[in-house]
């Protein structure tokens, strides 16, 4: 008896924590047509790194950019570096919950 409740915890914990599509909606700013780069890490609650992200913009990036992840079910925090035509990279951090699948928007405007 005390197997089949320890598998049944195990299994619902597992599930809540399965990997979803996630869209993220990129809020890029005024600075987006000079932005070349986008490097964006998602380290969960445990520290561990889940997912890492590079956008290229040669020409410049529109001021909403939109990209699909795979992401498992928690809260993130999201590094984020910025490098632009001309300055220096903007290095910035920003939470991120994802309960489930579906459309999230990050700001990243420095």
């Known amino acids: 008896m005390l197997l089949v409740v320890a598998?049944?915890?195990?299994?619902?914990?597992l599930l809540s924590?399965?990997?979803v599509d996630v869209d993220?909606?990129?809020?890029?700013?005024?600075r987006a047509p000079e932005l070349r780069a986008v490097n964006l890490?998602?380290?969960d609650e445990h520290e561990h790194v889940e997912r890492e992200l590079s956008l290229t913009f040669p020409?410049?990036?529109s001021a909403r950019e939109r990209r699909r992840v795979r992401l498992h079910q928690g809260a993130?925090?999201?590094?984020a570096r910025l490098e632009f035509a001309a300055?220096?990279?903007?290095?910035?951090g920003r939470p991120l919950?994802?309960?489930d699948a579906g459309t999230y928007a990050l700001e990243l405007a420095p």
């Open 97 to 99: 919950r994802v309960d």
């Open 41 to 43: 890490i998602f380290t």
């Open 24 to 30: 993220l909606e990129l809020g890029l700013g005024a």
């Open 7 to 13: 598998g049944v915890v195990i299994g619902a914990r």
């Open 76 to 79: 993130y925090t999201v590094g």
């Open 59 to 61: 020409g410049g990036a």
């Open 17 to 19: 924590h399965r990997a």
């Open 87 to 92: 300055g220096p990279p903007v290095a910035l």
